[in-house]
């Protein structure tokens, strides 16, 4: 990135609220995760499996409601990021995005983005562009173009989360890090 750009995105970041919800997004969940280490949707539904140095738990994304909780086994592979629904016998293993690696999808099929810039470090900011919309349109090249360059802060954290990014359908968004979690949902 340009000087200029980078210049323009820190101004707009530090200067912009942290939101909540943002219309169609709601926030149906913060609770503590402590010892986070992976989360991952299933892609046949929006349960978030969360496995820590506690366990493995599971969360409706629709609603935020935990669902299962198991303090003994996360049956989490670091090796292959990827973790066994303990609640299901027989389910098709969950890609986990964490510390050990992975990713979530950052985009959804309707044009909802993410994004995480660390541009004074350790401050992080996590921000959701709406369809058509983002900050890098902040650049003076896009000034003559009529671009949106909307965009709204999630979270200001210091440092990284361990996950962020959305469920497979698009209408769920994490982000994860070692002592808090956050859902929003959406309704389509």
Not at 19 to 26: D, I
Not at 81 to 92: I, M, P, S, T, Y
């Amino acid at each position: 990135m340009n000087s200029e750009l980078v210049k323009a995105i820190n101004e707009a970041l530090h200067a912009a609220p942290k939101m909540q919800s943002e219309p169609p997004w709601r926030l149906v969940t913060h609770t503590s995760a402590g010892g986070a280490l992976a989360a991952g949707f299933d892609q046949t539904t929006e349960d978030l499996i969360v496995v820590s140095e506690n366990g493995q738990a599971i969360f409706d994304g629709t609603n935020g409601n935990r669902s299962y909780r198991n303090r003994e086994n996360s049956a989490y592979d670091q090796t292959r990021l990827e973790a066994e629904r303990l609640d299901q016998k027989g389910h098709n293993p969950i890609r986990m995005a964490g510390e050990h690696g992975g990713g979530l999808p950052l985009t959804t099929s309707d044009g909802w983005s993410i994004d995480i810039f660390q541009i004074h470090w350790p401050t992080a900011f996590s921000v959701l562009h709406h369809p058509g919309a983002s900050i890098y349109f902040l650049a003076p090249k896009w000034k003559d173009y009529a671009k949106d360059a909307s965009f709204r802060v999630l979270m200001k954290s210091e440092g990284l989360p361990v996950a962020f990014g959305f469920s497979w359908s698009g209408n769920s968004l994490v982000w994860l890090d070692r002592s808090d979690l956050f859902i929003w949902h959406r309704d389509t």
